[in-house]
């Protein structure tokens, strides 16, 4: 397999990138956008300007990269994701083309106007055809606090959730990309006193979590290795991963949530790939007690991701409420893909598993708002003089992650989502 030459924080390209932006040479990420004259095209990104993969691969660019030709021109990042070094290799070929003293592309005015799209002509859209989804619930802090809520602060945390990756499998058909707008669910619910009700949630709430999604894995029967679990992975993106509190609180034992999570969960359009995170690993959790033999692993397994979340209320300006980072959690993903697949589960392209809510150890870096507000209790002070304990309608909620290691820095962008009423 090719080395990740696409790493190099001494590169530059020759397209030109404001500073400080999240998609340097050193990211190309992958995405899907809808342009005028295209409904989807196999996008990258560099700086504000948008790369159509599918004319250069006409051109023959990619064919070193294992990727056939007509693969480009699919309407989902599905068929390009044969595998780690198909992949990696495609990046490292769309960084020689990017850098600053290659004039192959640079110097060839007609094929850069026809490949090169301001950001702000594109639609961008779904970027992977999501077959299962998966959300987990690995973060200590998180999952200590709403069992400190709703349990025993003593005994906040459930006796399986020290030796396992606790998830469940959710609902990818409501997946939906930045800049959708959702509507406020009905539910059940249950007041303190009385018989259930049906209703709209006054409880909505979002979740900071990030997504990763996958190569084909393994056929069915067969376990994935935390040591091999990274070869299956192909990239992450911002999930926000919508949760009616009081929908959840009444419907969720024995079998957990359902109406409370499946109305919608939110991606950013970008796909950072694993190895554009590779020089931003650090060390996770200490795990104690010591895990069973599947989820030991060697190495770091995290990585330190800072998360924003804001929330925009149409008469003001963006409040950020959150600042966290990915590096809290206490299952890193390749514990997350061994322990779903120890039983012989299969895997396949396109495939997503989430995080669960990333929570730090201070208020500010609480990644929901049941947290910010402690369950509504202490609500919070936004710009425009309104407070909030629950999200509203009309209030957007926005979340951006970044890397920073002092050499390089790049990013995810954001997915940006809008509250409506009811219907």
Excluded at 11 to 18: K, L
Excluded at 37 to 61: N, P, Q, Y
Excluded at 101 to 111: A, K, M, P, S, V
Excluded at 216 to 227: H, N, Y
Aim: hydrophobic share 35%; with cysteine; proline share 5%.
């Amino acid at each position: 397999m090719e080395e990740m030459r696409a790493n190099d924080p001494s590169r530059r390209t020759w397209v030109n990138v404001e500073e400080g932006s999240d998609f340097p040479i050193q990211n190309i990420p992958f995405g899907i956008a809808g342009l005028e004259t295209k409904e989807s095209v196999i996008v990258t990104r560099i700086g504000d300007w948008v790369m159509r993969l599918d004319v250069l691969a006409t051109e023959g660019f990619f064919d070193s990269t294992g990727i056939p030709r007509e693969a480009f021109e699919s309407a989902s990042l599905n068929d390009i994701m044969l595998g780690k070094a198909e992949i990696r290799a495609l990046r490292n070929r769309i960084s020689d083309l990017l850098e600053v003293n290659n004039e192959i592309l640079r110097d060839d005015h007609d094929l850069l106007d026809s490949c090169m799209v301001r950001l702000e002509k594109c639609r961008m859209q779904l970027p992977v055809s999501i077959g299962d989804y998966t959300d987990f619930y690995s973060s200590r802090e998180h999952a200590t606090n709403v069992g400190t809520m709703f349990r025993d602060p003593d005994n906040a945390l459930l006796p399986n959730w020290l030796h396992l990756p606790v998830g469940y499998h959710g609902r990818s058909s409501s997946i939906i990309v930045s800049g959708t707008d959702i509507r406020r669910p009905h539910g059940q619910q249950k007041p303190e006193d009385g018989p259930p009700v049906m209703g709209l949630s006054k409880l909505l709430d979002f979740e900071l979590e990030m997504a990763f999604i996958t190569f084909d894995g393994k056929p069915l029967g067969q376990s994935i290795s935390t040591d091999e679990a990274e070869n299956y992975i192909f990239g992450m993106c911002i999930f926000n991963d919508w949760s009616a509190r009081d929908i959840q609180k009444w419907e969720y034992v024995p079998l957990g949530p359902f109406l409370a999570k499946n109305f919608a969960s939110s991606m950013s359009p970008w796909v950072v790939t694993l190895d554009a995170l590779d020089p931003f690993r650090t060390s996770s959790p200490k795990q104690d007690p010591e895990v069973l033999d599947y989820l030991k692993y060697t190495g770091d397994k995290n990585f330190d991701i800072e998360l924003e979340v804001f929330i925009e209320p149409t008469s003001g300006t963006e409040n950020r409420v959150c600042l966290s980072n990915f590096k809290h959690l206490y299952w890193n993903m390749s514990q997350q893909l061994a322990h779903h697949t120890i039983n012989g589960c299969n895997i396949r392209r396109g495939d997503m598993l989430a995080s669960g809510t990333i929570s730090g150890p201070e208020p500010t870096s609480y990644g929901s708002m049941l947290e910010i507000s402690w369950k509504g209790t202490k609500p919070i002070k936004l710009n425009d003089g309104t407070e909030r304990k629950f999200i509203q309608d009309r209030d957007s909620v926005i979340m951006r992650a970044h890397c920073n290691n002092g050499s390089t820095k790049l990013g995810f962008g954001e997915v940006r989502t809008r509250v409506l009423e009811s219907k």
